[in-house]
């Protein structure tokens, strides 16, 4: 008598590691120039950290070409910025969002 009608299925649990997604990189990448927005130089050298992250997790196949390329875009904008353009990518809701393109900003 092996047969029991009540009992449960046995799950397989999924043992693939979490990857993040594009929006947890932009998002992760945004807090931390946030947590400094009044000190454009430490946010940079943060900034320099995070690519470094992402960098690595490119090279495990965690992180795509194409969200690799969108990182590296807000990188070097971020990184070329002084105080006040600093400021201007912080505000600007369009650069936090993905598929942001380089495009000619309007003032």
Known sequence: MGWWPFKRKEKLLDEEPHMQGTRMWIQDLREVCERCYDDHDEGQRQVRLVRGEWTDSHSKGEVDDSLLEGLER??????????????KWLDDDDFWKPGWRDEPREE
Request: proline residues 0%.
């Open 74 to 87: 807000r990188a070097i904008k971020l990184l070329q910025a002084d105080g006040d353009e600093w400021l």
